[in-house]
């Protein structure tokens, strides 16, 4: 599959809220290409500071005036330099990189488990699925952080008239609790689902062991340090429990690798093997 | 004007000086979605053991002040499945097609060598001696000449095509052990591999790898490889290559001046993944600027 | 709450961990224009040989990714000026005094040596074998472990109080160097003296620093120093100081968690004067939040 | 002498031309204690790219108001930071470094030779003259660059009313030709002056030969590399000719070194031996 290398204008720079920032770029050839779940690669800094190039899931796509978004939380440094980027400023993307989700396999609803960020793949899922005919009310989509100023809540996601649920750790927007606690309790209530989750590691270990637990088909999309984010580096990788399933011979040992970057980051439930 | 990119190793021939490091573009098929491996000088594989390696657990890699540490720990599909699948892909190009080879015991360097001495898809071979010798203890094969030189010996014997000894830059004596590996046959010298460094995360009070230690690369490191470079190429009598912290036309310049006949692009190819066409690309234009016609003229002329 | 900061190195005492490295400060004049000296755990002064030295011609100096090389080739004002104008400053300041000393032969540290012996503001003595040994033929003292221990063996023959053996990274193994030096008596090990490389402008196509080849130090070269202060620091039974790249207080508690008792400052000296005394306190902040009453706690105690 | 470092906020940044800004800080103590000749070592960047700060000549200083001013001509990495600063950075700055011209010795007047960016330590040099009594047209200012756009001539420099002379080398403004013409031309028809100049290697050297033949007093100030600004690294060190005048017995050596950023960046005419 191919992939794009190459400096994209930003087109636009909204502050979500005081440290969450969307970008938008014009790419053209990466806003035809890309399927949910995917992401792509931004050099935050024209010199070596940082390093590496940063992840970011694509967010959403705009094929008709050929942009891409990405929202994200300003975490660290490279995520400050990006956040100061604004219209007209170029930027080094690669992209779109990754697996991305496998099309929804049953009718009997979907839902999406978003934490903190990872809400944007679970979005453009969500988005592309009720643009191929799934109805927006079968889908249900968790939205939660620890606490208000770190939630992604866009006006285009409550535009996309899924049953959504916002919660917050601490309470402070939509119900107290965890993505977790939410999850269970939606459970409880319906079956046939198939779950998508996306969020912090300590949030993905529970939902596994909760999906194993009661035999319910779902995909996590794990976040790595990314060197390259193209599958030459080999940096990223994750250790994951060999599965005859998947053609994995175990040869005496007890994990695989596999790179996050391109046999991710989406993960059939069952097959990480958290630390 | 054009001008002339080609150089020869020995009677080895690229179609320009630019390659890419080992370990830095996996086998090539993930890259040549990115842009067309034909128009590389060379690629040089992941280092290949004998069988399969998973290579050390999470965390692998670190980023540093303008360089990143990893411990992959020679992660590689081994010799069996890079036959049968990732050396068909590569030959499809018109680069010049280099399989780095690496081993725990000399025994499994020379069976490497004899497995790729069948294909003639394999242009050259490059040793990878900056692995634990565990033959004598654990200290890394590169790290003093005779070691070295008996690896180079065993992978000849059974390797007949130009054979590039790849050096490890931890040493007091980088000219002894070029020197030793040029006796024992080898047609050309690559360096540097990694610098040995670590890193400590103040919060968890533990190692930022999960092996402790890892290799240092990228351009912090560039001053060191091209000293080692210079002085390497200055003391022996078959082509260099260098490499370390190569990002820019510029900056493989620096080490064509400084005598290597070829450069490797490295960790580059990860935050860049156009370094190496931009890298030939800027080589032209230095030396149309400069009015040389071919690049052989600029090898070695600093001073 | 308050912690304790203070150190002891065989003796000698430091009221806090952080010093001025060699060459990186002067004799302390100039910065103590700057903030006071009398904050500081310890001074090392530039490294003095017997007679004064210019040094090497301009230019001295490159700037690198996240470095800089130098080639300042030793320049000092020599053992006489020294005493009757450099240490009485020193010495007037509440700071421990290490002096560096250098020569390019083993009689020249000697008598650096006796000298310093008379003088009681003198604490201790940073011997720096990172000098091509005229006595063999130019080789640095420091790159095989008999030459330094031969100097460590004549510089404690005139010089009782504390001896720092300062070590050369560009070693194969460093570890023999640093048993070698303990073995001939010195107090204590300080680690890493520069890289050696170069860089080359390709417009002129010579070198960038008038010698040649320089000294890489900065924030480069971190991870290098770290991953040899730790191998030091476990493998030998006197105090470890600790030095390359420390630029913040993380970086200097990195160095104290993987052995290091004392950590020098250098090229962040020059560009963010305040670097020393911002360590010190960020070190303290550092063991207040974690909850540790003395800096002794975390020495070593990375895992 | 005490020497400031801290982080000083910008409280102006003049767009001179499409190379040349002039930047302003509020630097209290600075301001006081800066002398003519003196620069100021800038951190421009938070990171270590580029590692050393940049050094710059205090162009003008207003104690009143506590601020001082440089300007400079952006001409790679660093000074194309420095132009993005705005009102409100803080930027860390230690200063003021060097030991700024001697007050003029004779009363025969003065003249300044600037060439491009040698123009803000020689306007400072004239300004404080000019405040200490001595009289404008009793300075005759040469201001010249390589083309119109490089050159440095801000309104305060006219403001001065001293004999101002503008040129070119390739007659784009004021008249045609080097900075050293113009100085040859002027010292033709006067004498007893002492010269002041500062600029490009090449043009101090010339004017530095043609000071030695004419027998005329002057002072030079030098650029260098500078690591540190401050007199700990020896990197800036150039070489000077032994002079027992100054106290240099010459002990076989046919140079001295000394720092530019301690003992210069002023040199006596004589002083500096070329490359
Ligand atoms: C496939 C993928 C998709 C992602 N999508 C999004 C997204 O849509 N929105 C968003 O806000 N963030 C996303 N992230 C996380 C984002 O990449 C990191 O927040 C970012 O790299 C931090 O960079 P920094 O320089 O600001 O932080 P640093 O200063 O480098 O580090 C700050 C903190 O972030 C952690 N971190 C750094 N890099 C990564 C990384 N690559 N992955 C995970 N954690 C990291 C560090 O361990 C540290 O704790 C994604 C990560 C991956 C791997
Ligand atoms: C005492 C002193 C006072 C100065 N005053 C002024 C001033 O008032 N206005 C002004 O515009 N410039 C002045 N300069 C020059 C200014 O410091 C350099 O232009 C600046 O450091 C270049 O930084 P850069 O990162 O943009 O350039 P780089 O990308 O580092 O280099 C660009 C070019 O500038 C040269 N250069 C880099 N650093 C220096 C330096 N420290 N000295 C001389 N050349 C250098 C390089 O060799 C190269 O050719 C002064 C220099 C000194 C030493
Ligand atoms: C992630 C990674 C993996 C590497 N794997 C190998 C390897 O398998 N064999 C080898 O000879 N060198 C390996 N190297 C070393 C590089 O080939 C190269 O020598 C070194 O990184 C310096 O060059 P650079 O700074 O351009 O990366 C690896 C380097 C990195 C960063
Ligand atoms: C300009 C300069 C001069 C130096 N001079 C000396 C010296 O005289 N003696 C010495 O032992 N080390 C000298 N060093 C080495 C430093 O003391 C230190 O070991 C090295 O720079 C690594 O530390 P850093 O990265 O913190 O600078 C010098 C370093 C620099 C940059
Ligand atoms: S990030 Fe390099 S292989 Fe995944
Ligand atoms: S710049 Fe460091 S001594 Fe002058």
Redesign the pocket.
């Known amino acids: 599959m191919r992939k794009s290398c190459g400096h994209y204008p930003v087109t636009r720079n909204i502050i979500i809220s005081d440290s969450i920032i969307q970008l938008t770029f014009k790419a053209d050839d990466i806003s035809r290409s890309t399927v949910p779940g995917q992401f792509i690669q931004i050099r935050v800094s024209d010199n070596f500071i940082p390093l590496w190039p940063r992840p970011f899931s694509i967010y959403d796509v705009d094929t008709r005036k050929g942009e891409i978004s990405i929202i994200f939380k300003v975490a660290g440094y490279g995520t400050g330099l990006l956040a100061g980027k604004k219209e007209g400023d170029t930027i080094q993307i690669l992209g779109p990189l990754g697996n991305g989700f496998p099309i929804p396999s049953n009718d009997g609803g979907m839902v999406m488990a978003a934490g903190g960020t990872g809400m944007p793949p679970l979005f453009l899922l969500s988005k592309f699925a009720i643009e191929n005919g799934v109805p927006s009310s079968s889908i249900t989509f968790i939205s939660g952080a620890r606490t208000r100023t770190e939630l992604f809540e866009p006006v285009e996601l409550t535009e996309l008239e899924t049953d959504l649920n916002v919660c917050t750790d601490d309470g402070s927007a939509g119900e107290k609790g965890t993505v977790v606690d939410m999850l269970e309790k939606i459970l409880e209530n319906k079956s046939g689902f198939t779950i998508y989750a996306c969020g912090p590691v300590g949030m993905l270990k529970k939902i596994d062991r909760l999906l194993l637990e009661k035999n319910i088909p779902g995909f996590l999309s794990l976040e790595e340090l990314m ?1 390259c984010g193209y599958g030459i ?3 990223c990788a994750v250790k994951v429990l060999p599965s005859p399933d998947r053609g994995e011979t175990d040869d005496n040992r007890d994990y695989h690798l596999k790179r996050v970057c391109v046999e991710g980051p989406v993960f059939e439930s069952g097959e990480v093997m958290w630390e | 004007m054009s001008v002339n990119l080609s150089i020869d190793i020995n009677g080895l021939k690229f179609k320009n000086p630019v390659l890419t ?4 573009f996996a086998y090539g098929e993930e890259a040549s979605e990115v842009f067309d491996l034909s128009l590389l000088g060379g690629v ?1 594989t ?2 290949l053991t004998y069988l399969p390696r998973e290579g050390h657990p999470p965390p692998k ?1 670190h980023e540093t002040a303008c ?2 540490l ?1 411990a ?1 720990g ?1 992660s ?1 599909v081994g010799i069996d499945l890079f036959l049968s699948e990732k050396l068909p892909f590569l030959a499809k190009y018109d680069t010049t097609c280099v399989v ?1 080879i ?1 081993g725990s015991k000399i025994d499994e360097y020379a069976r490497l060598a004899e497995r790729l001495a069948e294909e003639g898809d394999v242009d050259a071979l ?1 040793v ?1 001696i ?1 692995c634990p010798n565990v033959d004598e203890g654990g200290l890394e094969f590169g790290a003093y000449p005779k070691p070295a030189g008996k690896v180079i010996v065993a992978v000849k014997n059974k390797f007949s095509r130009p054979v590039i000894a ?1 050096l490890s830059p931890n040493v007091t004596d980088i000219v002894g052990i070029a020197r030793s590996v040029v006796d024992s046959g080898a047609e050309s010298i690559s360096l ?3 610098l040995v460094g670590t890193a400590i995360d103040i919060k968890t009070r533990s190692f930022n790898l999960s092996n402790g230690f890892g ?1 240092l ?3 912090a ?2 001053p060191v ?1 091209l000293a080692m470079v210079y002085k390497v190429a200055n003391a022996v009598d078959v082509p260099v290559i260098g ?4 990002t820019t036309a510029s900056d493989a310049i620096e080490f064509l001046l400084a005598g290597a006949r070829a450069v ?5 190819c ?1 935050f860049d993944p156009l370094a190496p066409v931009r890298i030939i690309d800027g080589i032209s234009d230095y030396l149309k600027q400069n009015n040389f016609k071919d690049v052989n003229e600029i090898i070695g002329i600093v001073d």
């Open positions: 060197p580096c080999s940096g | 490091a080992s370990g830095c040089v992941k280092s890699v360089g990143m990893n992959i020679l590689n780095s690496a490059e990878n900056s790849k540097i591999n990694t290799g690369s990228g351009p490191i560039k490889a490499l370390g912290g190569i490797q692009v490295g960790t580059a990860f």
